[in-house]
């Protein structure tokens, strides 16, 4: 999992404020930059006792904010994960997958490594790779480097591969979903519920997969998930930390899909929505929200939080070599110190002083930031970027807002 911790997403794509935010004093961003303006240059040598036992006395003040709030995340992660019975693995005895490609092998090998006595079938179109999976646990076209789990067998007959099977994960690329789902449509029980992997329009007729399915199928009340997110094939296989989003109008079934799913590495969010891929992507969304919430809390404007000076800033940020924030990050997740890292350079990067004086409004606010307060955490070097994905991704899995 090294190659994880080593991209620039580990610290500075939650930075949650940039020097520029300095100018505008009025907005609620600019509130948590001047709350750590005091610490964004090194102390000065010529500086007096008082004042540097002042500037130590909020530093330790800050990071035990950070602390208890962290300690706060974590309790309630317990308390949340004793509350819930994940049940629906236990009940599933058979998963079907349709489709032999990447993604869908991929996801196939995921649920089937989820339960060892879980029978996991993969309608597969080429007798090749159907051979291949069987006789050798290897999709020898598009995974042939990654071993599935033996549970996973393959198949090209469509009845079989159905029969009996208590969730549908649909892989096969939208162009070709309606003549492939009308060919085996008398083998689907009208109850199995379809999670689909696949995402796009319908050329020709401009229907999303949740118009597709149903109506290929010839029933209206077909169940349906869209499965969507920031993830890869590559990564699911090599169990990197991976997030999704289940959608569908049942909240009982992106509930299900939810529990069916969701492991260590792979964490799923449920939306109510029923229109719904890199680890990078999935934290920065998950920072960016969390800066949603605390800026909303605090009065800000939604067009503010999207605009220019909101997700603009934050884009440039988090993804832009020339920002000091991430160029901290990326030496972070390489391994380096951070006091080696600050006095190498020559410029603030406003982020390290002010991760703390953020979860101090988010405290203040009543607002959970786990992402960034994971950050604050690595800074005041009492997390590890390693340790730190994985507490994240044992968070509770919970409804996406």
């Known amino acids: 999992m090294a190659s994880v911790f080593t991209s620039p997403v580990s610290v500075s794509v939650w930075a949650p404020t940039n020097p520029r935010l300095q100018r505008t004093p009025s ?33 330790k003040d800050r990071r035990r904010v950070v602390r208890l709030a962290w300690e706060k995340l974590v309790r309630w992660s317990r308390s949340w994960r004793s509350k819930t019975k994940i049940d629906v693995l236990e009940r599933t005895n ?47 076209k598009y995974l042939p480097k990654h071993k599935l789990p033996e549970n996973v ?30 060919d085996i449509a008398d083998y689907v029980d009208p109850c199995l519920p379809f999670i689909s992997l696949s995402k796009g329009l319908e050329l020709n007729t401009l229907r999303m997969m949740s118009q597709i399915i149903p109506q290929a199928l010839r029933n209206p009340r077909q169940p349906f998930v869209a499965l969507s997110g920031p993830s890869f094939a ?44 890199c680890t990078q992507k999935s934290l920065v969304a998950q920072g960016c929200s969390e800066i949603r919430w605390l800026a909303t809390k605090m009065g800000a404007k939604p067009t503010t939080i ?40 020559n410029q603030v990067a406003e982020g390290v002083s002010t991760a703390g004086a953020v979860i101090a409004l988010a405290q203040k606010y009543n607002v959970k930031m786990p992402v960034l307060t994971a950050v604050a955490r690595i800074i005041d070097n009492e997390l590890t970027p390693k340790k730190a994905v994985l507490e994240l991704m044992s968070l509770p899995q919970v409804e996406e807002v």
Do not use: W
């Not at 090209?156 to 969730?167: E, M, N």
């Not at 930390?241 to 964490?267: G, Y």
């Not at 832009?320 to 160029?327: D, E, K």
């Open 27 to 59: 907005t609620s961003t600019s509130m948590s930059v001047s709350l750590a303006s005091s610490d964004s240059q090194p102390p000065s040598e010529d500086l007096d006792p008082e004042t540097t036992a002042t500037g130590d006395r909020s530093r």
């Open 94 to 140: 058979k998963v079907v997958v349709l489709g032999g490609g990447s993604f869908g092998t991929a996801m196939a090998a995921h649920v089937a490594d989820r339960k060892a006595q879980l029978e996991v079938h993969m309608l597969v179109r080429d007798p090749q790779v159907c051979r291949s999976i069987n006789e050798n646990n290897f999709n020898c």
């Open 153 to 182: 067998i393959a198949t090209t007959d469509a009845k079989s591969a159905l029969l009996g099977a208590d969730y549908c994960l649909h892989s096969v690329p939208v162009q070709f979903t309606s003549s492939f789902l009308e």
């Open 234 to 277: 590559l990564e699911l296989m090599n169990k990197l930390p991976t997030a999704m989003v289940a959608a569908s109008r049942d909240k009982r079934l992106a509930n299900a899909t939810q529990q069916l799913l969701a492991s260590s590495h792979l964490r799923i969010s449920t939306s109510r929505s029923g229109n719904c891929r």
């Open 306 to 345: 999207t605009g220019l000076s909101g997700t603009g800033d934050i884009m440039l940020t988090c993804f832009v070599n020339l920002s000091r924030n991430r160029m901290v990050g990326v030496r972070l997740g390489l391994g380096e110190k951070l006091d080696d890292i600050l006095s190498s350079m």
